[in-house]
């Protein structure tokens, strides 16, 4: 296993789990009590986690796990709700993209559909992720819009004021949100209120808005709010979802679709 598999392993049982002790790191990756010292004490030195004796802790009472260490947990889920996501678009349309992993895929899959191959253009894309435009902006069929702002280091996206002048004199068909929660008293929302306020900004600015996201973020509450339910047309999700919660969802009038 090499180093940053290593790390996104630690770091990601380290989120589930809040605390881990090096034997038990050891012996969950295969490798030696010393190694996991090291990568430990490196990982500690770049502040994504607290050391204490024998162990190491979480960074803060809220942690996210930076987008660059967060390794195919749930792809195969995250691969089908992008389909389904990208479904939903149609030819000539401006869709708003916000960051994260999922919101990744739907813009795989926006990229992948041939009937989005050509056009003038095929598809106007609003993102405040860098990674996404990144992706997308090799494809000459696609219009790509990047929003102002200072970028952060965990999502890529990016934040602040200087957003608001590009949000402020658009107008979206779409908004597809990615989020860490999503229920439908409390609403959707994100770790950081910077990039809450961002995605509502895309929120508002859409026609309709779509939330992307696993089961696992469903019925869920996170620090910063980024829109009330009633703001949300449709949620794509994984089959695990439960009939309760698909319940609870359509009764809040959003259409739920499992995949």
């Known amino acids: 296993?090499?180093?940053?598999?290593?790390?996104?392993?630690?770091?990601?049982?380290?989120?589930?789990?809040?605390?881990?002790?090096?034997?038990?790191?050891?012996?969950?990756?295969?490798?030696?009590?010393?190694?996991?010292?090291?990568?430990?004490?490196?990982?500690?030195?770049?502040?994504?986690?607290?050391?204490?004796?024998?162990?190491?802790v979480v960074h803060g009472v809220s942690y996210e796990l930076p987008l660059r260490y967060k390794t195919a947990r749930r792809a195969?889920?995250?691969?089908?709700?992008?389909?389904?996501?990208?479904?939903?678009?149609?030819?000539?349309?401006?869709?708003?993209?916000?960051?994260?992993?999922?919101?990744?895929?739907?813009?795989?899959?926006?990229?992948?559909?041939g009937d989005l191959s050509t056009g003038s253009p095929a598809l106007t894309v609003v993102t405040n992720a860098l990674n996404i435009a990144n992706e997308l902006a090799v494809r000459p069929q696609f219009k790509i819009v990047v929003t102002g702002g200072v970028a952060r280091p965990q999502s890529y996206e990016l934040i602040g004021p200087l957003a608001d002048g590009v949000l402020g004199q658009i107008t979206l068909d779409l908004a597809v949100l990615?989020?860490?929660?999503?229920?439908?008293?409390?609403?959707?929302?994100?770790?950081?209120?910077?990039?809450?306020?961002?995605?509502?900004l895309l929120c508002e600015r859409a026609e309709r808005v779509v939330v992307a996201a696993d089961s696992s973020k469903l019925g869920r509450r996170a620090f910063a709010r980024i829109c009330g339910a009633e703001l949300v047309s449709t949620l794509v999700t994984d089959m695990a979802v439960g009939q309760e919660t698909v319940r609870r969802f359509e009764e809040a009038g959003i259409r739920v679709v499992a995949v």
Request: aromatic share 2%.
């Open 1 to 56: 296993m090499s180093r940053d598999a290593r790390w996104k392993a630690l770091l990601e049982l380290l989120v589930e789990r809040g605390r881990l002790d090096v034997e038990e790191a050891a012996a969950e990756l295969g490798v030696s009590a010393a190694t996991i010292r090291r990568d430990f004490d490196q990982l500690a030195e770049q502040q994504m986690l607290v050391r204490t004796r024998g162990g190491a």
């Open 76 to 113: 195969s889920e995250k691969q089908r709700i992008a389909k389904a996501v990208a479904d939903l678009v149609a030819p000539g349309e401006a869709v708003g993209l916000t960051g994260g992993t999922t919101t990744t895929e739907v813009a795989r899959a926006l990229a992948a559909r």
């Open 178 to 200: 990615g989020v860490v929660a999503f229920d439908p008293q409390h609403g959707a929302a994100a770790h950081d209120e910077a990039e809450a306020a961002i995605n509502r």
